[in-house]
């Protein structure tokens, strides 16, 4: 099966880049299953309610997220009602949401999807280590398609993770730092890795954000407010081919499109 993963949509750019180029993308690759981070969709910080529906609309079968997923305070419950859009599972017990879960195909296959949170100069979750080795054990009682959007700084902590996860998940497509690594492979047990699928959003930006307040931000160290930047905006993602019977990846490729 077809599937396709969206990177980090960031602000109003990212979000019409994604509007456009998703339904041509699922119509040229027949995607099977779409999968969106979309946790800097709104103005750079968090998702809100209206436009996880807009996303979902574009084509995404669901949304994961990360380290800004709770930005938009009333966005909240709409979060933690777990609708299609998952937060991190290595939160701590009793934060509300879902970290993971099954999907169905228009073809009704299922798919799982799992989305964790790095430890590595960002909050120190539960180990994602450990919670991944558990959670893809449930999922793949289910089915044996599991992708996994490690949302991480690090790309020591990601590699390891991949390799962790070698012939457990299908995928280990790593979000984050928005800017898309060139090592996209299938390891040697199956699993299809990146370490960054990139950002959908201005690349003329400091990870989408506008230059001049990021590098006012380094020269002074005071506070600034950041804005999405406006220009050369592309979308950045993965395309996965995934045998539906074994889960196992059949190859993954990088995607990197010029938006009009």
Not at 192 to 198: E, F, P
Not at 217 to 245: K, N, S, W
Request: glycine share 10%; net charge negative; aromatic share 6%.
């Amino acid at each position: 099966m077809k599937i396709l993963f969206v990177g980090d949509v960031y602000g109003k750019p990212g979000r019409k880049a994604a509007a456009d180029l998703i339904p041509q993308l699922k119509a040229e690759h027949e995607i099977d299953f779409c999968i969106v981070n979309g946790e800097n969709a709104a103005g750079g910080f968090g998702i809100t309610e209206n436009i996880a529906q807009k996303i979902h609309a574009y084509g995404a079968d669901v949304i994961t997220t990360g380290n800004h997923v709770w930005d938009q305070k009333d966005s909240v419950p709409y979060i933690m009602a777990g609708d299609r859009i998952l937060r991190p599972a290595n939160f701590p017990a009793g934060v509300g949401g879902v970290g993971s879960g099954v999907f169905e195909t228009s073809k009704g296959i299922a798919v799982g999807v799992i989305s964790l949170q790095g430890r590595i100069h960002m909050k120190d979750l539960d180990c994602p280590f450990r919670l991944a080795e558990t959670l893809v054990e449930e999922l793949r009682e289910k089915t044996p398609i599991v992708i996994i959007d490690f949302h991480a700084e690090a790309t020591s902590e990601k590699i390891a993770f991949g390799w962790h996860m070698d012939g457990k998940a299908s995928a280990v497509l790593g979000t984050h730092t928005h800017v898309q690594t060139a090592d996209n492979r299938v390891l040697p047990q199956g699993t299809a890795y990146i370490t960054d699928v990139g950002m959908t959003g201005p690349h003329d930006s400091v990870i989408g954000a506008q230059k001049e307040p990021a590098i006012r931000r380094f020269l002074t160290q005071l506070p600034v407010r950041f804005e999405p930047a406006t220009d050369d905006v592309r979308l950045c993602g993965a395309l996965l081919d995934v045998d539906e019977t074994t889960g196992k990846a059949r190859d993954i490729s990088r995607l990197m499109l010029a938006a009009q």
